[in-house]
């Protein structure tokens, strides 16, 4: 048995909005591209950007659609996957993507520019006023609050 191990974290900002799509199932389906800056050895930050594409499915997808835009500096974890498929000529053809399952804000909604008036309450299920604007999205669950033993 071979042991594999398939993770990967990303920081960058987004080079557009999210674009949001369904699936024939009916998940919500959400795509955008990261723009990550690669360090260089010499120091020099001329041509080190990587542009990433980022994939989201079900409630994550929902929470990009709703909070990010582009500009957003956000860390992405997730798994590094590549599809391949034959084109309708028959010619094969790939993609290297990222498939999310944890978004974290990078910036609080004043270092985004994000302004009151389009801020959002939580009973809305998006911004509150009242935080400090860096929020956290993805797989993890906060259990700290339970009072019940985690095993």
């Given at each position: 048995m071979s042991i594999s191990y398939n993770k990967i974290i990303l920081v960058g900002r987004l080079t557009?909005?999210?674009?949001?799509k369904f699936s024939p199932s009916g998940t919500?389906?959400?795509?955008?591209?990261?723009?990550?800056?690669?360090n260089t050895r010499s120091g020099r930050e001329d041509d080190s950007t990587d542009f990433v594409r980022i994939v989201t499915f079900g409630k994550l997808a929902e929470f990009c659609?709703?909070?990010?835009?582009?500009?957003?500096?956000?860390l992405v974890e997730g798994s590094l996957r590549i599809?391949?498929?034959?084109?309708?000529?028959?010619?094969?053809?790939?993609?290297?993507?990222?498939?999310?399952n944890t978004i974290r804000f990078m910036e609080t909604k004043a270092q985004a520019g994000i302004t009151?008036?389009?801020?959002?309450?939580e009973d809305d299920g998006?911004?509150?006023?009242?935080?400090?604007?860096?929020?956290?999205?993805?797989?993890?669950?906060?259990d700290s609050k339970s009072d019940e033993v985690p095993f």
């Open positions: 557009r909005d999210p674009e949001m919500q389906i959400s795509t955008f591209s990261l723009a990550v800056d690669r659609g709703n909070y990010l835009a582009k500009g957003r500096l956000v599809r391949r498929w034959k084109t309708q000529e028959g010619e094969p053809r790939s993609t290297t993507e990222v498939l999310a009151h008036e389009n801020s959002r309450t998006k911004f509150n006023d009242n935080d400090d604007g860096i929020t956290f999205f993805g797989n993890d669950s906060d």
